[in-house]
């Protein structure tokens, strides 16, 4: 039975999976950062409210707290445009520099000229209209 669970974890997606959590934590940390200390303070400077959690409104009686929400989906933003121009693009260009251009593969089927159905590249005749092929 420990056998079993050593194999398990010595595995290479779990242990994979264990640094990406870890990377991933402390890389969340760093953008936290960037975006509360540094980003989120001058989109405030141009819209002059640092903060919008006070915004509500009521209605009959309830408080509606739309403040916090604003915050919210502002940081979100910020976090995914940040995520995004910062690690998917470089990495994706990365990726694209070690993978080298792409090249199409040679189509296996052509369209039949009597019936435009797909049909092997090979055919000499069309299975569905029984057309002569050249």
């Known amino acids: 039975m420990l056998k079993g669970f050593r194999d398990f974890i010595l595995r290479g997606n779990v242990v994979d999976l264990a640094v990406g959590v870890m990377i991933g934590a402390s890389f969340g940390a760093v953008v936290t950062t960037l975006v509360k200390g540094i980003l989120t303070p001058l989109i405030s400077a141009l819209f002059s409210q640092p903060d919008f959690s006070k915004l509500s ?7 509606i707290l739309y403040g916090d929400f604003l915050n919210a989906t502002a940081s979100f933003l910020i976090t995914a445009t940040v995520i995004y121009f910062i690690v998917v693009t470089p990495l994706n260009e990365l990726m694209l520099a ?7 593969e040679d189509p296996t089927t052509k369209e039949c000229p009597e019936c435009l159905s797909k049909i092997p590249k090979k055919a000499k005749r069309c ?6 092929l050249t």
């Open 57 to 63: 409104f009521t209605i009959h009686g309830s408080q």
């Open 98 to 104: 070690f993978k080298g251009p792409v090249v199409p």
């Open 127 to 132: 299975a569905f209209c029984t057309a002569q």
